[in-house]
């Protein structure tokens, strides 16, 4: 498996350098392994801070969603409280108002595993396209699609709303998911795994074999480029699981919500005092729920999204 | 009869092979509803103009000469202007710092750091603003906290002079760890020679930063500034989440996006709200093809 990872991250494509990453590491790990350098302080206390600064928030909202409301405001911020109550916090977040947390979360997961692995099955047939076959139009198709890679989402929000609303299909489910479908820059990567881990050679020999270009694309493509599949569906998974802005203007039944859209009205409604309850503790215990799966994907997944990042390094 | 022909034909494809349009065609499809679709309409649509009485009715550019003289519109854009000016090298002068750190072999714990300063990227804005905003308050956050028990009077993250770069902070925090590994990627390719070399001509640790590792990084810092500029423009989603925790600082046209945001939902300005995001995707596509230029050029010299 480790392999295959390195293989198809290392590709024989233009944007050569950056992508073969993980190899030029082995190559110095050897080449300076025994002359062992020693730690410099300066850089060491820079790199604590650093960290420091990045952890101090994540510590922040996990030792705050284990403190009742009252305790909220009674205790230190950086550290518990007189009693923990993190398992009633949890409880009362997924009870609160019928479950309607329950629903969020089941909506951001429909939204993401649909999206995502729509998308990144789409863009596994486009880039396999793209890498290995000639058809008319190609050049244009490459030069549009890999053109709106610097188009981020959220300048799409408001234009894709605009026809929706047009087209009377706002407030539904598909008006998330069409548009989560859509991924140029996993198409781009797609592009260079495809390239990278499938050997023209192999396709030749499945043709004369007899197997038809579906049958290959499943038995033989797939499987080879199944890395580059994993790195392009993790990337995905977090841009829609994160999506807020086309939700927030697409959407306007809470029952249609993903959790992003839930969890910050529901902190407007308990900012504001429009909820007569100040549940402060489900909104911070909600927000910790939310990160929990993907942190966990991410700390799963390292080798993946490790590899995407470099071929992502040379990307123009 | 296959055994003859085999070896001769396989080298050459037919000259008209639909295969590959039939693996592609999906994606075109929903490139065409999700991307050329919206944008094409909200292109068309920001040509005409609401009235009250009449209705819809074709004014050309009109929407784009109102929109150079909104106030509204300017204050925004001067705003994310200012914000990626300052924003923008903090954090990528921050991920370079630490990538070089990283990189020098010279810290400990490094698969840790490394893991624990990409993680913000893991986070929903949304709830990187949530939380930071409750950090930022003075209810049961930290900066109220900090106050209280030593004296001191910080002045609030959330005020009106202050907000902005608290969005800033925000910002940096979610994307500094994701700048840092792409630069840190780039920086593992660089080929071992180019250090032998370097050290037989006697450069040092530092010498070789600027002599060998800066040069290397140039194409991967170009394009993680490329895509924090763009991002800047499109600012939305962390400002939205704090107006409600800072109602008094933070407008409805704060960033160009919440203003587009703002119009959509007014029906007499539907029209011009699309103006408004066609000209910041224009912004966006101007700003990636100068960088690109820029880039080019740079790299033929």
């Not at chain 2, 308050?137 to 028990?149: E, P, T």
């Not at chain 2, 993680?224 to 800072?246: C, K, M, R, Y």
Request: hydrophobic share 50%; with cysteine; charged share 10%.
């Amino acid at each position: 498996m480790s392999d295959t990872a390195t293989t198809a991250s290392a590709p024989a494509g233009e944007p050569a350098p950056a992508l073969g990453a993980p190899e030029p590491r082995q190559r110095r790990l050897t080449s300076r392994g025994p002359r062992k350098k020693r730690t410099s302080l300066v850089l060491q206390a820079l790199m604590v801070l650093m960290v420091v600064y990045t952890l101090l928030p994540l510590y922040w909202l996990t030792v705050n969603a284990t403190k009742s409301n009252g305790e909220l405001f009674r205790s230190n911020g950086l550290w518990l409280g007189s009693e923990i109550s993190l398992w009633d916090n949890i409880v009362t977040t997924v009870t609160y108002q019928d479950g309607i947390y329950l629903t969020w979360l089941f909506n951001t997961a429909l939204y993401s595993v649909v999206g995502a692995v729509g998308a990144t099955v789409i863009c596994a047939w486009g880039g396999y396209a793209l890498a290995k076959f000639d058809f008319p139009a190609k050049r244009l198709v490459r030069a549009i699609v890999f053109g709106a890679i610097t188009i981020p989402a959220t300048a799409l929000a408001v234009p894709t709303f605009l026809l929706f609303a047009e087209l009377g299909i706002t407030n539904t489910r598909l008006s998330i998911i069409v548009p989560a479908l859509v991924s140029p820059f996993g198409l781009y990567l797609m592009t260079v795994f495809a390239a990278a881990s499938i050997p023209d050679s192999l396709l030749d020999a499945a043709k004369i074999d007899g197997a038809n270009a579906w049958t290959t694309f499943w038995r033989v493509s797939f499987r080879l480029m199944a890395p580059g599949f994993a790195t392009v569906l993790l990337f995905n998974l977090v841009h829609t699981w994160n999506n807020y802005f086309l939700p927030l203007i697409m959407l306007n039944d809470p029952s249609l919500y993903p959790l992003t859209v839930g969890l910050n009205q529901l902190n407007n409604q308990v900012t504001t005092g429009a909820n007569l309850e100040p549940v402060y503790n489900v909104v911070l215990t909600g927000s910790l729920l939310a990160v929990v799966p993907l942190i966990a994907s991410f700390l799963f997944l390292q080798r993946y999204w490790q590899s995407g990042l470099a071929a992502g390094s040379v990307k123009q | 009869m296959a055994a003859v022909s085999a070896p001769a034909a396989p080298r050459r494809r037919p000259p008209r092979d639909w295969t590959g349009l039939a693996f592609v065609a999906p994606f075109l499809l929903v490139f065409g509803v999700g991307v050329v679709a919206p944008l094409g309409y909200a292109s068309g649509l920001s040509l005409f103009q609401d009235q009250l009485i009449g209705g819809r009715s074709f004014v050309g550019l009109q929407n784009y000469v109102d929109a150079a003289t909104d106030p509204r519109f300017l204050d925004g854009i001067s705003r994310v202007g200012i914000f990626l000016v300052v924003q923008v090298p903090i954090m990528i002068g921050l991920a370079l710092l630490v990538a070089l750190a990283l990189d020098s072999g010279r810290v400990r714990g490094m698969r840790f750091m490394r893991l624990g300063i990409f993680m913000p990227y893991a986070v929903p804005s949304v709830v990187a603003a949530l939380m930071w905003g409750f950090i930022y308050g003075d209810q049961f956050g930290l900066v109220g906290q900090l106050n209280a028990a030593t004296g001191l009077a910080l002045p609030s993250p959330l005020s009106q002079s202050w907000v902005l770069p608290a969005i800033g902070n925000v910002v940096t925090w979610e994307f500094v760890g994701y700048n840092m590994l792409i630069l840190y990627a780039a920086l593992r390719a660089v080929p071992e020679e180019l250090y032998e070399a370097a050290e037989i001509d006697g450069a040092g640790e530092i010498r070789k930063a600027f002599s060998v590792k800066l040069p290397a990084l140039r194409p991967a810092l170009w394009v993680a500034t490329l895509f924090s500029i763009i991002g800047s423009f499109q600012l939305f989603n962390e400002p939205n989440v704090l107006q409600t925790l800072a109602p008094g600082s933070i407008s409805t046209h704060f960033t160009p996006n919440m203003y587009a945001y703002q119009l959509a939902f007014n029906a007499n300005q539907v029209t011009y709200s699309a103006a408004v995001a066609v000209v910041l995707g224009l912004i966006t596509v101007v700003v990636a093809y100068t960088a690109q230029r820029m880039t080019a050029r740079q790299e033929s010299r």
